[in-house]
């Protein structure tokens, strides 16, 4: 079989690929504030209170994503998100508002379900920093389960959401060094975003079917 330049280059790019790594998106999320949160107002996707002094303290979601993805058979949920916020006021405002950028990794305890990802127990690997954007705060995020195991969920399971099964949620315990509430509550919906292997691909493939309309 004779290959052309073109077709030999592709399949160089794919083994390319193949062999960047293993980790592979199974799922990938925007993330959005739930609409029923215990504090509110205003709207959030995350609380910690006493974090930045007395107080209860929320985040209101910028702009966030949550990846699942599959490593050589062990799963990962990635959430990286940015979030305005702070603690709240009398009036619902915030009285130390500020920006924050949030990478957090559940890299353990993660099962499968018929709608989803749940995380259970209690985890070292589950963590991330949250950073002040601009600024010199740094606030390190562990993971706690409940009384019944559960850390985190990701499902969709309409969460505290009336007579809605189907919307994604995303809610779970977070453990930094102070008291009250901390936890994840949000919303998600699914993200058409390719991943960039897969962008690669499309391109070449885009390439290829130029050049074979031009014969």
Known sequence: MIRTPLVVAAAMAVSALASVGHAEVIK???????????????FYGLRLDNILGSGTATFDIVDGTLTVEDN?????????TRVFGGTLDS????????????????????EATDK?????????????????????????LGSKPNGS???????????RLDNDTTTWVGYGWLLPVAGGAQDW?????????PTPGSTALLATAGIIAARRRRK
């Open 28 to 42: 990938t999320l925007t993330m959005d504030n739930h609409p029923d949160g215990n504090a509110a107002p205003p």
């Open 72 to 80: 050589g058979g062990d799963l990962s949920i990635n959430i990286v």
């Open 91 to 110: 009036s619902g405002g915030y009285i130390d508002g500020a920006f924050y950028d949030i990478e957090y990794a559940y890299t353990q305890g993660i």
């Open 116 to 140: 989803g990802w749940k995380v259970t127990g209690m985890h070292d690997g589950n963590s991330g920093l949250m950073s002040e954007v601009g600024g010199d705060t740094v606030i390190e």
């Open 149 to 159: 195991g559960l850390a985190f969920s990701i499902q969709a399971n309409g969460h």
């Open 185 to 193: 509550l949000f919303t998600a919906t699914d993200s058409n975003i």
